[in-house]
């Protein structure tokens, strides 16, 4: 099993940052990719970007491209987001992910252990 624990949420008025850090423990060597995910009052999970664990190739929804950058420390088996320009619809509870067979991927069901998840409030 791996589990994950999110930090670094919080709030933030619009045009802001904030850096979230997703640190995992367990059986980390099964990890292959890891992804963050968000979701706001009376929406679904809606996929942000994820990672590939060994090679690092990324992937970003279109919303938040140019804006938030993920990357991954393997030594210290920490994911992160740094999330800038900040808008207020990005206000959500994000959720880090990891799974422990295949490449990133978009699809929340595609990963096999989440996080209890951090609260991002951006004002306007």
């Known amino acids: 099993q791996v589990q994950l624990v999110e930090s670094g949420g919080g709030l933030v008025q619009a045009g802001g940052s904030l850096r979230l850090s997703c640190a995992a423990s367990g059986r980390t060597f099964r990890i292959s990719a890891m992804g ?17 664990w060994s090679g690092g190739s990324t992937d970003y929804a279109d919303s938040v491209k140019g804006r938030f950058t993920i990357s991954r420390d393997n030594a210290k ?48």
Do not use: H
């Open 36 to 52: 963050w995910f968000r979701q706001a009052p009376g929406k679904e999970r809606e996929f942000v970007a994820a990672i590939s």
């Open 77 to 124: 088996n920490t994911g992160n987001l740094q999330m800038n320009s900040l808008k207020p619809e990005d206000t959500a509870v994000y959720y880090c992910a990891a799974r422990d067979s295949g490449n990133l991927a978009y699809n929340r069901r595609s990963y096999d252990y989440w996080g209890q998840g951090t609260q991002v409030t951006v004002s306007s």
